[in-house]
């Protein structure tokens, strides 16, 4: 609780070491974020470190955006399809990783469409039990882009109550400047969604590092 107060005075705590590298942040963080448009072939890795779901549909069937390609399974989060199009192969594809290694995969013809599955609009998320809502972000496929694709909703789930929710948009490498771009563009949203976890954490302090 004391270092909670020092925290919401805005103390800082400093370190011996470490490195500054030159920043370039200033090549990308003056455009605003666009749209990269419908590729020609989706590849959507399904497998997971060596685990494989069940999965929901077959070379040659259609497929619109957001539609389940797999079942729940386990700790693991179900794939959606991100555009319309059709199945033509399901097969070990190299993964989107420097170890270059293949894993199972959805590959989509996609139509050029991008039509979309019939949304219902979820229901106020403070009305819902904070399991309710770890279900339906499992069920939403959210995983951390960090590298590693850790399912979110198992950060979700602490063995106690965290006293403190830390919002990492902290950029340290060079040249990246997504997070940066994304608070700048999509404000409401980001708090949102925080309001969202904090709901669900109940956490005594939130902060966002920039």
Known sequence: DEQLDLISSGKLWRFHGGIHPQENKQQSNQYAI?????????????????HTPELLVNIGDSVLKGQPLTKVYGAMVVQHASSSGTVIAIEKRCDLHPSGLTVLSVVIQTDGLDR???????????????????????QAGIVGLGGAGFPSHLKLTPHKKPKLLLINAAE????????????????????????????????????IAI
Do not use: F, M, W
């Open 172 to 207: 340290c490498e060079p040249y990246i400047t997504a997070d940066d771009r994304l608070i700048q563009e999509q404000a409401q949203e980001i708090i949102a969604g925080i309001n969202v976890l904090k709901h669900i954490l109940q956490p005594t302090l939130t902060i």
């Open 116 to 138: 979309n599955i019939k949304y219902i609009k979820p229901q106020d998320y403070q009305t819902l039990a904070p399991a309710i809502l770890v279900d339906k972000i499992q």
């Open 34 to 50: 666009r749209d990269a448009g419908i590729p020609a072939t989706l590849v959507i890795p399904v497998e997971h470190k060596g």
